[in-house]
């Protein structure tokens, strides 16, 4: 999906502007039951962030989290007529944003409502890189947080970037700390049925 939204045609798109918006202001967009490419859109935030042109108080390469909310006109028959992207400081990303709200127009992920006229709503993309330390940090459970790519087992060569919703990386942090605790409760009763002693007192 990313690949053909690099490729969008200016005259296939609607124009997009950056700008300061009031999100409330805006009704919330009504989309199709489809997530985005997560995996693909952080790789490319990835790119932008890793450069240092852009750069967000508090966060990094290794661990990040910015919401770009946008706001696109829709036509009833559900055409993007013009798109706005919230200003975050970041133009890279404001452009990329962009992109994504017109493929998804494109692709007919919006439902517009039964007005009569063109009307605006409001939708974000959210990137996200860090793992279970980010989702610590974040309130939203269905956010999407990806951590960097790791090496498939059994290759040196290909990399899979894992993806999990905040509540997934919050239950795999403590299913694996559940883990380590069992590991050492059962090694300490083994130690103990064995006859060894912990305490270095010579027999």
């Known amino acids: 999906m990313i690949i053909g939204l690099m490729l969008l045609a200016a005259a296939t798109s609607a124009p997009v502007q950056v700008g300061s918006f009031n999100p409330t202001a805006f009704p919330k967009a009504v989309m199709r039951d489809r997530r985005l490419p997560q995996t693909e859109l952080v790789a490319r935030a990835d790119i932008i962030i890793r450069s240092g042109v852009c750069k967000f108080p508090g966060q990094d390469k290794n661990q990040y989290s910015v919401t770009v909310p946008y706001a696109v006109q829709l036509a009833p028959t559900g055409e993007a007529l013009k798109v706005i992207v919230h200003e975050v400081g970041c133009p890279d990303l404001e452009l990329l944003t962009g992109q994504v709200a017109n493929e998804l127009a494109k692709a007919g992920d919006f439902k ?54 905040a509540s997934q990386w919050k239950t795999f942090r403590l299913d694996r700390d559940r883990m380590k605790r069992d590991l050492l409760s059962n090694g300490t009763q083994s130690a103990r049925e064995g006859g060894v002693s912990n305490t270095g007192s010579r027999p």
């Open 112 to 165: 517009p409502t039964n007005a009569s006229g063109a009307q605006w709503y409001i939708s974000e993309v959210y990137y996200a890189h860090g793992g279970q330390d980010v989702a610590r940090t974040i309130d939203d459970d269905g956010k999407l947080i990806c951590e960097a790519p790791k090496h498939v087992t059994g290759s040196n060569l290909a990399l899979q970037r894992d993806c999990r919703t």
